[in-house]
């Protein structure tokens, strides 16, 4: 590639064009996960849509690898890639909020916080995501689970359309009546059509919420798994709460005295009726009184953004998941042996559930497969220091292998790192070959392939 051709593509751009040596570069190249170190030969920091237009032209005149970048959030580092072009879509901030059709024009820029910082001034909120530093492209593109999913469901239920520019470098809007194959296909899909450069949200009347974690003791974790288990399949659709092994961290709201201690919990959002909520209270209190609650009214925003301070950029992750029908009294000791032994004190497991309003939406009616599981399963090794990589990655694999047998099969993209082909089509299940369709119109060249990869040769 010649200095003719660079200077043509900087010139072509509002925003900047980074390359190995220019300032800013190695900042520019990070990402979520701490231990993903890729090294790409430009990064395109776009100013508008027209700087990711001619930079997807750019990429395909000279065969150049192409990841897209949102927030940068993906557990695989899927936001950044080696020797290739990222597109990076984190200037692009624009948000509009219309009150009275309860609508949200959001450009792929935008983090969670952001989206939630313009939409509860109106009362109003998207379903979507428990981190507020998450990026909406990649979050939603996937599907989108969070403290509301199920009250709303998914991001991808709550989504009325797209603007993508294609492989070609053109411009579409997507919805339920143009390009209806391309909308039921990036809801779920991830990242393999285009790059998604703005959504239209339906934005839901959330304001403040009764939320925040409860924790019991590791020797309540088994039974507490087994009331859990039956209590959310009949819940009403206003309570949500994930399932969590952690260590307590060492600083407030919590008490000393459980500092640095292995405890199990459950962090709950009541998102209905304030009238009601005692009744929600008290029939968690009927199983076992906890030993910390939480819970509290809550403004939205803050309960998003409450794990932030926990988990800042830069932290080495290594995730794996599941899709989890049941928890068997099998599941459940694989749990408890892997739960009490986390390998260091920011390592996790969350189960989120996703029955509720999230499966009353048909598997065929989306890309997103498993509307049919009770939750979506995370095991989360985490860590500051990149010298425990290696703990947190056998933990993590040994603690999926085990378990893995007891699951529904396939996972939600955005817990997985690059596992194959065959972990994609086990997501994915009767939808992949129309989403292998859907890429072959669009993407034959397969552009779009730093992603959780849909063939469109398969």
């Given at each position: 590639?010649?200095?003719t051709?660079?200077?043509?593509?900087?010139t072509r751009?509002?925003?900047?064009?980074l390359?190995?040596g220019d300032?800013?570069y190695?900042?520019?190249r990070k990402?979520y996960?701490?231990?993903?170190?890729?090294?790409?030969a430009f990064?395109?920091r776009?100013?508008?849509?027209a700087d990711?237009?001619?930079?997807?032209?750019?990429?395909?005149?000279?065969?150049l690898?192409?990841?897209?970048r949102?927030?940068?959030?993906n557990?695989a580092g899927?936001g950044v890639?080696?020797d290739?072009l990222?597109?990076?879509?984190?200037?692009?901030?624009?948000i509009?909020i219309d009150?009275?059709e309860?609508?949200a024009w959001v450009?792929?820029?935008n983090?969670i916080?952001?989206?939630?910082?313009a939409?509860h001034?109106?009362g109003?909120a998207?379903p979507?995501?428990?981190?507020?530093?998450?990026?909406?492209?990649?979050?939603t593109?996937?599907?989108?689970l969070?403290h509301l999913?199920?009250?709303?469901?998914?991001?991808?239920?709550?989504?009325?359309e797209?603007e993508?520019?294609?492989?070609?470098g053109?411009y579409?809007?997507t919805n339920?009546r143009?390009?209806?194959d391309?909308?039921?296909a990036?809801?779920?899909g991830?990242?393999?059509f285009g790059?998604v450069v703005a959504?239209?949200?339906?934005?839901?009347?959330?304001s403040t919420?009764?939320?925040g974690p409860?924790l019991w003791?590791?020797?309540?974790?088994a039974?507490?798994?087994r009331?859990?288990s039956?209590?959310?399949?009949?819940a009403?659709?206003?309570?949500?709460?994930f399932f969590?092994?952690?260590?307590?961290?060492?600083?407030?709201?919590?008490?000393?005295?459980l500092?640095g201690?292995?405890?199990?919990?459950?962090?709950?959002c009541?998102?209905?009726e304030?009238?009601?909520?005692?009744?929600f209270?008290?029939?968690?209190?009927?199983?076992?009184?906890p030993?910390?609650?939480?819970?509290?009214?809550?403004?939205?925003p803050?309960?998003?953004?409450?794990f932030?301070p926990l988990?800042?950029p830069?932290y080495?992750w290594?995730?794996?998941g599941?899709?989890i029908n049941e928890?068997?009294d099998e599941?459940?000791?694989?749990?408890?042996?892997?739960?009490?032994?986390l390998?260091t004190?920011?390592?996790t497991?969350?189960?989120?559930?996703?029955?509720?309003?999230a499966?009353r939406?048909g598997?065929?009616?989306?890309?997103?497969?498993?509307?049919?599981a009770?939750?979506a399963m995370v095991i989360a090794g985490v860590?500051p220091d990149?010298?425990n990589?290696k703990l947190i990655?056998?933990?993590?694999r040994s603690?999926?292998?085990?378990?893995h047998?007891?699951?529904?099969g396939g996972?939600y993209?955005n817990?997985?790192?690059?596992e194959g082909?065959?972990?994609i089509?086990?997501t994915?299940g009767?939808?992949?070959p129309?989403l292998?369709v859907?890429?072959?119109k669009y993407?034959?060249?397969?552009?779009?392939?730093v992603?959780?990869n849909?063939?469109?040769g398969?």
């Open positions: 590639m010649t200095t051709m660079i200077t043509d593509l900087r751009l509002r925003g900047s064009l390359q190995p300032k800013g190695d900042n520019a990402v996960n701490g231990m993903i170190d890729k090294y790409p990064i395109a776009c100013a508008n849509v990711v237009i001619e930079s997807v032209k750019f990429a395909q005149e000279n065969q690898l192409i990841a897209i949102s927030g940068g959030h557990g899927l890639c080696n290739g990222v597109i990076d879509l984190s200037a692009l901030k624009g509009h009150p009275h309860r609508t450009e792929a820029g983090t916080g952001d989206i939630d910082h939409t001034s109106f109003l998207i979507s995501g428990i981190l507020s530093t998450t990026g909406v492209g990649g979050i593109l996937g599907g989108g969070g999913t199920r009250h709303f469901g998914l991001t991808i239920d709550n989504l009325l797209a993508i520019i294609l492989a070609n053109s579409v809007k339920a143009d390009y209806p391309l909308f039921w990036i809801r779920g991830g990242g393999n790059v959504f239209r949200f339906r934005l839901q009347p959330v919420v009764i939320a409860m003791e590791l020797t309540e974790a039974n507490l798994m009331w859990y039956s209590y959310i399949r009949t009403p659709d206003e309570v949500n709460g969590a092994f952690m260590t307590v961290p060492p600083g407030p709201p919590f008490p000393e005295h500092h201690k292995k405890m199990c919990g459950i962090v709950w009541y998102s209905g304030p009238a009601k909520a005692d009744s209270l008290q029939s968690i209190h009927s199983f076992s009184p030993a910390l609650d939480l819970v509290g009214p809550i403004p939205l803050t309960l998003q953004s409450m932030d988990y800042p830069g080495s290594y995730w794996k599941d899709f928890l068997t599941a459940i000791a694989i749990h408890l042996k892997y739960g009490a032994g390998p004190p920011l390592s497991m969350h189960l989120y559930p996703i029955n509720g309003a499966s939406i598997n065929n009616d989306t890309a997103w497969n498993y509307r049919n009770t939750w860590d990149p010298e990589d990655t056998t933990w993590a603690y999926w292998e085990a378990l047998p007891h699951s529904a996972s993209i817990f997985m790192m690059e082909d065959d972990r089509k086990a994915y009767d939808n992949y129309r292998v859907v890429k072959k993407d034959p060249a397969n552009l779009f392939c992603n959780q849909i063939n469109p398969a």
